[in-house]
């Protein structure tokens, strides 16, 4: 049923959306270094790696560069376009593409290089990585702001590899544990509610039983509803 709701949703964007990527595609090509398509190796089902698509919002050397693969607040790696982009996550959209191929799925947990998933056990991401990896997820609208979270870190690297990998790890295995097409369906809406009001927490009040944040980042969440709300 997933695969199914998968084929006949990314089939259905890709030719909605034809107009805005045709659009993005050519304002692309005449702005920054003129790069279109980012590919980068991403752990896939069962932790087989695969070429994840995204529009370029960055320099191209980035990953060779200050920070790898984590972006953060005012990050001098992002192109001018590549700042709307990212803020909108209108730079995911070619990911419809591996929806379509079978990399992904629309809903699932979020793919991630290997080297920021040093900190988790292999089984842990075994049991996460047991299903096809998301356009979109749990862990993907709670930290749609995920830049601003690393905001005020000394060492923003260990961070993310020893604060907020491990509970993306732990909502995305929620996720796997609790799969159901209901939830698969949920997550859409509630992803598309969360990119137009910009409320990441969204998801708490309709999975309360989802794993708690450490305290680190929950003082981090509060502080951004706080900030969102004025």
Same mark, same amino acid.
Request: proline share 9%; charged share 35%; glycine share 6%.
């Given at each position: 049923m997933q695969r199914l709701s998968d084929l006949i949703l990314a089939s259905s964007a890709l030719f909605l959306l034809s107009p805005l990527l045709i659009c993005i595609c050519f304002l692309l090509r005449i702005t920054g270094e003129g790069k279109i398509i980012y590919r980068q190796q991403r752990l896939g089902q069962n932790l087989k790696p695969?070429?994840?698509l995204k529009f370029a919002t960055m320099l191209e050397a980035s990953p060779s560069m200050l920070t790898g693969s984590i972006t953060v607040p005012d990050d001098p790696r992002v192109l001018p376009v590549g700042k709307i982009l990212r803020k909108t996550k209108l730079n995911e959209l070619p990911q419809l593409f591996n929806v379509f191929l079978g990399n992904?799925?629309?809903?699932?947990?979020?793919?991630?290089? %290997? &080297?920021?998933?040093?900190?988790?056990?292999k089984k842990d991401l075994m049991y996460c990585y047991s299903v096809k990896p998301g356009l979109t997820g749990i862990a993907s609208i709670?930290?749609?702001?995920e830049e601003g979270l690393l905001e005020g870190e000394r060492d923003q690297r260990a961070f993310y590899r020893n604060v907020i990998a491990?509970?993306?790890?732990?909502?995305?295995?929620?996720y796997v544990k609790n799969n159901k097409f209901s939830i698969y369906c949920t997550l859409i809406v509630l992803t598309i509610y969360s990119v137009f009001a910009?409320?990441?927490q969204v998801i708490f009040r309709f999975f309360p039983k989802l794993p708690l944040p450490p %305290? &680190?980042?929950?003082?981090?969440?509060r502080n951004e509803t706080t900030v969102r709300g004025g």
């Open positions: 695969f070429w994840i992904m799925s629309l809903v699932g947990p979020r793919p991630h290089v %290997e &080297r920021d998933l040093e900190g988790i056990p709670i930290f749609r702001n491990p509970y993306k790890n732990k909502l995305e295995s929620w910009g409320d990441s %305290e &680190r980042l929950k003082k981090k969440f």
